[in-house]
C-alpha cells in the first residue's frame, strides 16, 4: 500500500489551476493512516525530541498521535482567539494578504528540543511563523516533518536553515 495513492487529488480546489491533496481519504483507511503516523515517526525520531508541535488543524491530527510515539509531549499552534493564555503571535504572508498563529508562551521551556509536524509543506509561511515563535520560546527547533511536500511551491527554501523531511512528495 502506496500513501500517495491513499491521497485523493482535486483539480481545480480552492481556485482554477491549484491541485488540493485531500488527507481524508488517507486519514478514514487504519492501516493507511497508522502507516503515514508510524513513518512520520520513523522521520524524526532521531532528533530526540521533548515535545513535537503542530499547526491548526490537520498538524493536530498528525502531530499529536507522532508526539504519543514518540512519548513527548504536544503543543499547539492556533489560529488567533483559540487559545485562552499568555501567547506569542507571529504573522505571515498569504497569496492574498496576511495570517496570523499563536502559541502559548509557557508551551515550551527554554533549551527544549522541537520538532514541528504538519500534513503539508507548500509555502513555508505557517512553518517559518511557527518556527519564530518556538524559538521566541526558547525552545530549539530540531527539525520539521511533513506527511507531503509540494516541491514547486518552494517552502523548503524558506526554511531552508532547517532539517526538512517529509514522506510524500508532489512536483
Not at 491513499?6 to 497508522?34: A, C, H, N, W
Not at 493564555?85 to 496576511?98: A, H, M, Q, R, V
Not at 495570517?99 to 509557557?106: P, Q, T
Request: net charge negative.
Amino acid at each position: 500500500m502506496e500513501l500517495k495513492e491513499m491521497i485523493r487529488s482535486i483539480p481545480d480546489y480552492p481556485e482554477k489551476g491549484v491541485i488540493f491533496r485531500d488527507i481524508t481519504t488517507l486519514l478514514k483507511d487504519g492501516e493507511g493512516f497508522q502507516k503515514a503516523i508510524d513513518e512520520l515517526t520513523d522521520l524524526v525520531r532521531d532528533w530526540e525530541p521533548d515535545v513535537i508541535v503542530g499547526m491548526e488543524a490537520r498538524g493536530f491530527i498528525v502531530g499529536a498521535p507522532v508526539a504519543y510515539a514518540l512519548g513527548c509531549g504536544f503543543v499547539p499552534v492556533r489560529k488567533p482567539g483559540k487559545l485562552p493564555y499568555d501567547k506569542y503571535t507571529e504573522s505571515y504572508e498569504l497569496e492574498y494578504g496576511t495570517d496570523s498563529l499563536e502559541i502559548h508562551k509557557d508551551g515550551i521551556e527554554k533549551g527544549q528540543k522541537v520538532v514541528i509536524i504538519d500534513d503539508l509543506l507548500a509555502t513555508g509561511g505557517t512553518s517559518k511563523a511557527t518556527i519564530s515563535m518556538v524559538e521566541k520560546s526558547g525552545g530549539k527547533v530540531m527539525g520539521l516533518g511533513f506527511l507531503i511536500e509540494l516541491n514547486g511551491l518552494k517552502g523548503r527554501e524558506e526554511i531552508q536553515e532547517y532539517d526538512v523531511k517529509s514522506i510524500i512528495k508532489y512536483d
